[in-house]
Structures are given as structure tokens and as C-alpha cells.
């Protein structure tokens, strides 16, 4: 049995893929890219044949529209003549009646009363006012009243009467107990000595022993100020600092709290309690 012979040996070109489409290939599988990358692939290829499906549905039919019928031979345009009744302002503002805008309305007019009086309607009578006004300082208020005369149509009639002058202090009712030191070390404490209504200034404990001085009242806090005398060597108590650098000059203490102060050579001890802040009256004028 003869075999046939086989014919010449057929080679396959080999295909070698280019090297950036291999590296792409291995890191969209590193990423786990490849099921989007297939997926976008399938819609491009999948898009123009949705698209073209869509057109190829038949359009809806489009009703024809009526043509406007002619207009009959004979027919014309009729121009009618407009008659704006509500535009004429005498039918308008018929039934108004004029007004004076120089009359204010409410004050009747007093000519026929008074044997001619003014048209305008406004009265003739002068009347008086009175004005308060009151200032308020570190060492007390002080309220002026002032009355002036209005001439007819609420002009000042040009004279102002000064009226009373009121002035106010803060005072206050300070206790003041008086401590000495002995010459063999005991303390002698004098009875407490209650001062009401005390007007600034005042000097404290007195004229001759001036430790500190009452200057009124904070117009921020309302709280008593005292000034330190040079000779006090020492102060114990809560007290807010106003003015002073190394030491301090001015302070503002709370009412029930005591403030001791160390005074002259000896160092006598002077313990004072603001107790009251009030407003007095200190004269008249």
C-alpha cells in the first residue's frame, strides 16, 4: 500500500504582540480592570446598533393643519373711536373737594372768633415747656430744670426762664475701727465709730489722720473710690487697683468689705467698711 506522500512543510509566521500592549494587559489584570475594559468594549460595539434601532422607528404622524379659509370679497376693517371716560381727570376727581395744604388738618380756623384771625387754621396760643436734664459725675448727679415759652406755631417765643438747680452727691456709711500698737507689744482697738452720709471728698478716718480719701463713686462699677494717703506703708483687703504703678493710689472696694490700712510712724491700723452708697441732695440754687 503506497502511502501518500505529504507535501512540503508548512510554517506559521510567528506573531509577536508589541510589548506596551503585554505590560497593558498584565496591569489591567494586576488592577482587576479587565471586566470594565471588556465591558466598555461590548457598549461602544453595542451603541450604534441602539441608536440606529431608534431611528428606524417610524415617526408619528403629523395631523395637517387647516388652511385659513379667504376672506370674503366684500369684507373691510372697521376702525372704531376709543372714548376713555375714566382718563378725564374733572370726572375723575369730581366729586373731591380741593384742600389748602398749608391748613393742618384738626385745628379749626379762629378768624370769625377772634375778629380775623389766620386762614390757615393754626392756633395762636402760646404754650410752656419745661426740661429736665441731669449729668451724672464721680462725685455726684446734678439735674437742671428749664422752662421756655413757645410762641403760635411752635416757634420759641425767645425768652428762656432758667429754672431750679438740683445737685446730688453719692454718699456713703463707713465704719472705722482705730487699732494701736503699745510700746510692749500689745493692741489697743477703740470702740467702732459709724459715720452715715459721709459727702465726697472726705477725709478718712479725719481732717488731722488722713489715711485715705472718699472721691465718690466709679461712673463704670458704682463702686466707692479711696485715694491712698503717701504716709499708709500698708494695705490688707480685697480691693480693685485704679491707678499706681510700684504702689498703688486709687482703689475701688465692695461695700461690706474691709479694708485695713497701715498709717504713719507708729503704724496705727485703720480698719474701714464702706456699709451704704446713697444719693443725697446737696443744695439748691
Given amino acids: ?122 392756633s395762636t396760643t402760646a404754650t410752656s415747656t419745661s426740661t429736665t436734664v441731669t449729668s451724672t459725675s464721680g462725685n455726684g448727679t446734678t439735674t437742671t430744670t428749664t422752662e421756655s415759652t413757645t410762641g403760635p406755631g411752635g416757634s420759641p417765643s425767645g425768652t428762656v426762664e432758667p429754672g431750679h438747680l438740683t445737685l446730688f452727691a453719692f454718699a456713703i456709711d463707713v465704719k472705722i475701727v482705730r487699732t494701736e500698737t503699745k510700746p510692749d507689744g500689745s493692741k489697743k482697738s477703740d470702740e467702732p465709730e459709724i459715720r452715715h452720709r459721709v459727702v465726697p471728698p472726705a477725709a ?18 458704682q463702686a466707692p473710690m479711696l485715694l491712698i494717703s503717701d504716709a499708709v506703708t500698708s494695705v490688707f483687703g480685697e480691693a480693685n487697683c485704679l491707678s499706681g504703678a510700684s504702689t498703688c493710689q486709687l482703689i475701688e472696694v465692695e461695700p461690706d468689705l474691709p479694708m485695713t490700712f497701715v498709717y504713719g510712724p507708729h503704724s496705727v491700723r485703720y480698719k474701714i467698711t464702706v456699709l451704704k452708697v446713697e444719693p443725697v441732695v446737696t443744695g439748691h440754687t
Fill in 1 to 122: 500500500m503506497n502511502w501518500l506522500k505529504s507535501g512540503p512543510e508548512l510554517k506559521m509566521p510567528e506573531l509577536k504582540v508589541p510589548d506596551f500592549l503585554v505590560d497593558l494587559y498584565w496591569d489591567l489584570r494586576d488592577r482587576r480592570l479587565l471586566p470594565l475594559v471588556a465591558l466598555a468594549i461590548v457598549a461602544i460595539v453595542a451603541v450604534p446598533f441602539l441608536i440606529g434601532g431608534s431611528k428606524s422607528e417610524s415617526p408619528e404622524p403629523v395631523a395637517p393643519v387647516a388652511a385659513p379659509s379667504p376672506e370674503p370679497a366684500g369684507s373691510k376693517l372697521t376702525v372704531v373711536e376709543a372714548k376713555p371716560g375714566l382718563r378725564d381727570y374733572h370726572k375723575r376727581l369730581g366729586s373731591d373737594t380741593p384742600t389748602d395744604p398749608f391748613k393742618q388738618p384738626g385745628r379749626p380756623s379762629e378768624g370769625g372768633a377772634n375778629g380775623g384771625g389766620s386762614e390757615s387754621g393754626v
Fill in 204 to 221: 478718712l478716718p479725719s481732717e488731722k489722720e488722713q489715711a485715705v480719701t472718699y472721691m465718690g463713686i466709679s461712673p463704670k462699677t
